[in-house]
Each structure stands twice: as C-alpha cells, then as structure tokens.
C-alpha cells in the first residue's frame, strides 16, 4: 500500500550533507521522507508548503545566520514543526545558544549511529505533541477562570493561593489573579472565616476527604459578606502525592435570604395559627394530616402540632370518629 512520505525540509545544508542525512535517518526506508532543500530560512518562508506534511526542519546552525533563522522559523511555517539543527561537529556553547532559541535537538552525524536521526525525529515530534497538549489544557483553564461566576482556586499545603479565577480576584477588591498569587485568606477575609477555610483544608491534608456543598458564612476584611456554597478538594501531584487543596464556590446570598424569608413567615403564620382557639388542621388527598395548630392537636389528644404532622386520624381517635372524618373529607374532595 502507497503511503504518502514525510517531508524533511532542510535548510543551509550543501548536497553531501543531505545524502548523510539520508543515510542517517535509515539507509534502507529513506523513502518514507521526502527531502525538501532550501539555500536559506528567506527561501523557505517565501514558498507555501501548507499543503504537504511537513516532519521536521533541519538547520545547518553554523551558517552564520542560524540564530537568527530558528527565532524566524517560529513565526513563520514551522511553527507546528519540531526544528533539528545539522552539525558537522558538536559544539556545546552553539548547541545550548540554539536550544535557548527554539531548537530542540541537533544530529551530528559523525558521532551517532545509524538510525539515530530517525528516532531523534520521532522523539522531537512527540515532546511536541505532549507540548502542545499541555498548552491547549492550559488554554482551556485560563479561558475558565477568567471568564466563571463562580470562584474557583489552587492552594499550596500551606493555604497560599497557586491559580485562581477573576472572580475570586474581584472578590478580594484586587484587578486580576497575579494580585492574589502567593497570599492566603488571612490577607483578604475577616479572621474567623479565614481560620475556618484553613483547618477545613489542613482536614482534607490529612484525611483525604474531601469537602463537598458546605454552606458558610463568608465575610471579608472590608466588612461585606455573603453565603457561599463551597466545595473543598484534595490537590495532588502526578505521583498522586497531596500537595494542597482546590475548591470552588457559588454565591447562595440571594437563596439563603429567601429561605430565611419563608422561615420568618412560616414561624408567623404558626404563631397567627397558634394562637386561634379554633381547632385548624390541612390533610392531603389520604387524608394525612400537613398542618395542625396547638388546639386542634390537644382536640385529638397530642401532646404538640408537631406530633400530628405526617400522621392520619385513625391514629388519634376511635374507628367511629375516624370514619365519620374520612366520611366528612371525602365529601369535600367529591364537591365542586
């Protein structure tokens, strides 16, 4: 089966330096490249070769100019493509100068193997390849935190921030993240809530468990404060070792407020209900009872409105009464 070959696009190197490369990479499977020479880097830039698939570049970096054209070559086509640099005889000073620039490895043919530039080839494209992996996810964590509602942060073992969202930075009265970057919470939230959030986190050091959907009262050195829903994890290296602890949290101000209201107007609606001497009673469609006052409940003999709830009146009373209410309530379901 036909494959397509892998372009090498050269550059600088003269006509027996290409037949060494070629001799390197593999004497006998060469023809799985295709080799793309170029007098020089401006050569290069000016021809479009968008359309091939390109494996890497080769440089003869001691052209005089070899700096400079590996700093070029990332602004320009290869950008994508891993950058070899050719040297006849390796020179650690220039070696070292070319990677600072962009370069990621060098063939000498006189001192390796064969083969060896095949395989330097293959392992410069997949350090690549896990680069720009390792860019895309941070890519994808930067647009996050800049752009959630929610707070979200990294913690060292010791509470200092390591990442955070705009919105924690905001939070905190500070214009962006950098503001925050190695601060605590005691630099920015009231003492108490501070020295909460820290034992909650030395806890999860510790244990391992993580802390999940706890409701706090959260207040600020400024003196504003809020209800959070917040969520407390453990944060660990690639060896799995705990190294500190992330979470996020979710404003609840606004939901708290309104169950603090019903609160308040259920506890007066009892307190209205309570103090009728009229027995007051709500059953659902089983005849279960929801709602008793203080008279209704002594009427059937409890102790308290709370004894009654969730209860029927066969509970309370005789078989004769208990059929007469059901009698009675079903009479007011049935009626229009």
Known sequence: MNTTPKV??????????????KENIHPDGIETYKIISEPDSASA?????AHLTIECVI????????????????????????ILG????????????????????AIVPNSQITGTAHSKIAACRARLSCQHDESTDRNYLNQLLEKTSDTIYFKDADGRFLRGSQSLAQLFGCQS??????????DFQAEGHARAAYQDEQS???????????????????????WINTSRLILRNERGEAIGTMGISRDVSELHRSKQTLAHEREFLNTIINSIQDGIFVKDADSRYLLSNESHARSIGANSPQEVIGKFTSDFLSDNYTQA????????????
């Open 86 to 105: 050719w040297m006849e005889t390796f020179d650690q000073e220039l070696y070292l100068e070319c990677v600072r620039s962009g370069m990621q490895d």
């Open 204 to 226: 999860i050091m510790r244990s391992g468990q993580d802390i999940l959907g706890k409701i706090e009262h959260q207040m600020l050195q400024n003196g504003s404060e809020s």
């Open 8 to 21: 090498i696009v050269t550059i600088g190197l003269a006509a027996p330096q290409i037949k060494a490369l």
């Open 59 to 82: 440089l003869d970096i001691n052209l005089p100019n070899a700096i400079k054209a590996i700093q070029q070559l990332h602004l320009d086509y290869y950008t994508d493509f891993p």
């Open 177 to 186: 993240e950098k503001e925050v970057l190695g601060k605590t919470d005691f």
């Open 45 to 49: 830039r000016t021809r479009s070769l």
């Open 325 to 336: 209410a059901i009698d009675q309530d079903n009479e007011i379901l049935n009626s229009d």
